[in-house]
């Protein structure tokens, strides 16, 4: 009973972190298939999954194929009952999925102008009025979640939901776009980027070296926060 989960470069292929970690932070089982996002060869990569054209995808272990994460998370949730993948509180639960699929859907100019990499901190980063309207716009979703807490852990929605994993790579790009954001959102990337899980999953992309190295923006950087 193995999934296998067809996902992308993991310093930037921010969708498949999120497929990835639906995975990995539930326990479920699964092969990972790396998908050549930058070697070209994602499409015949990809040729078995028909129609699928984007990663992450997954195929079930009964060969049903699922595409876009969104459908994924809805599908191993039901899969897994007790994996408790949503918040058990039906507010927090509605909640969380609104955040997912805001996530799906908006902060266009974060993720325009600000590509997930994980490999350092970019210094010098200009923020434009349509990334901080972004930015404020999480900051008022992430103290929503906060607000629909039914416990003190230090995930959104105190323990970890599925709505984590959708905004891990957010955190990747406040934290490697040295990005304002409040304090308590600080603290919540701290909370991820020190995660075992992605810290396991930024570990694997160092091992792949780049040149040119993509989305270069030619300003200085500095380490990346958490080793």
Known sequence: MTYDLYIGDRTFSSWSLRGWLMMEKFNLPYRAHLVGL???TMAADLAALAPVRLVPAMRTPEGTVVGESLAMAETLAERHPDAA??????????????????????????????PMQLQHVIQGFTVTPDVQADLDRINVLWEHARAMRT???????GDYSLADAFYAPVVARITGYDLPVSENARAYCATTLNDPAFKAWRAEGLKVTYDPFPYDLGLPTRDWPVS
Do not use: K, V
Request: glycine share 12%; with cysteine; net charge neutral.
């Open 85 to 114: 993948m949503w918040p058990a509180d039906p507010a927090a639960r509605a909640t969380a999925r609104w955040l997912a699929a805001e996530m799906c859907g908006g902060f266009s100019a974060l993720r325009g102008t600000c």
């Open 38 to 40: 930058y070697s070209g």
């Open 151 to 157: 416990n003190d852990g230090p995930w959104l929605f």
